[in-house]
Antibody
Framework: QEQLVQSGAEVKKPGASVRVSCEASGYTFTTYSMHWVRQAPGQGLEWMGTINPNTVRTSPAQKMQGRVTVTRDTSTRTVYMELNSLRSEDTAVYYC??????????????WGQGTRVTVSS | QSVLTQPPSASGTPGQRVTISCSGSSSNIGSNTVEWYQQFPGTAPKLLIYSNNQRPSGVSDRFSGSKSGTSASLAISGLQSDDEADYYCASWDDSLSGHVVFGGGTTLTVL
């Protein structure tokens, strides 16, 4: 069964960093891209960036450049998203989502369950 | 302010057909495919339509998508109460080194 399982909720102080993990199972890890999407409370979806687990090439959203780092560990089939210099506006649910399947390069066909990150002093 | 523009809300009665629009530009919808996602409260989004008008396996044929120029739309026929959800359009945008853009989302209410 193809699935993505994310790490648990985090509470951070402004200025800190957070790292969210996303473990893939049930499919060939390096075949598909992994995207990160976040959703602030009561708001819509915001794309943060993507990584090709095979080439390690990343493409962060321009708004996030310099603050977000996406990495992967093929031995554990895990993708990591690290966001630094946290501010209150970063409070959101963070999702990883698989791309590049038979449904097309940009279709996100499998999603993690979400990780709630709260930034509060 | 989302790059793709959707109406914030839509509604219909059971059995009715409703459509949700999504407006973009030449750098996104005008030159790339459109996907639609369905999201219930407290859950992750689910891929509903890909490549403008294709349904992933397991998605009801009551859902259909279309695209024309720089706009797209999602149609839901035979509306059911469990279609109440938020719906998001998305597309790749070729500007700024390329990125995914989403609509602001449309909350569908079944009256």
């Amino acid at each position: 069964q193809e699935q993505l399982v994310q790490s648990g909720a985090e509470v951070k102080k402004p200025g800190a960093s957070v790292r969210v993990s996303c473990e893939a199972s049930g499919y060939t890890f390096t075949t598909y891209s992994m995207h990160w999407v976040r959703q602030a409370p009561g708001q819509g979806l915001e794309w943060m960036g993507t990584i090709n687990p095979n080439t390690v090439r990343t493409s962060p959203a321009q708004k996030m450049q310099g603050r977000v780092t996406v990495t992967r560990d093929t031995s554990t089939r895990t993708v990591y998203m690290e966001l630094n210099s946290l501010r209150s506006e970063d409070t959101a649910v963070y999702y990883c989502a698989r791309g590049g399947s038979r449904y097309g390069a940009d279709a996100l066909d499998i999603w993690g369950q979400g990780t709630r990150v709260t930034v509060s002093s | 302010q989302s790059v793709l523009t959707q109406p914030p809300s839509a509604s219909g009665t059971p059995g009715q057909r409703v459509t949700i629009s999504c407006s973009g530009s030449s750098s996104n919808i005008g030159s790339n495919t459109v996907e639609w996602y369905q999201q219930f409260p407290g859950t992750a989004p689910k891929l509903l339509i890909y490549s403008n008008n294709q349904r992933p396996s397991g998605v009801s044929d009551r859902f259909s998508g279309s695209k024309s120029g720089t706009s797209a739309s999602l149609a839901i026929s035979g509306l059911q109460s469990d279609d109440e959800a938020d719906y998001y359009c998305a597309s790749w945008d070729d500007s700024l080194s390329g990125h995914v853009v989403f609509g602001g989302g449309t909350t569908l209410t079944v009256l």
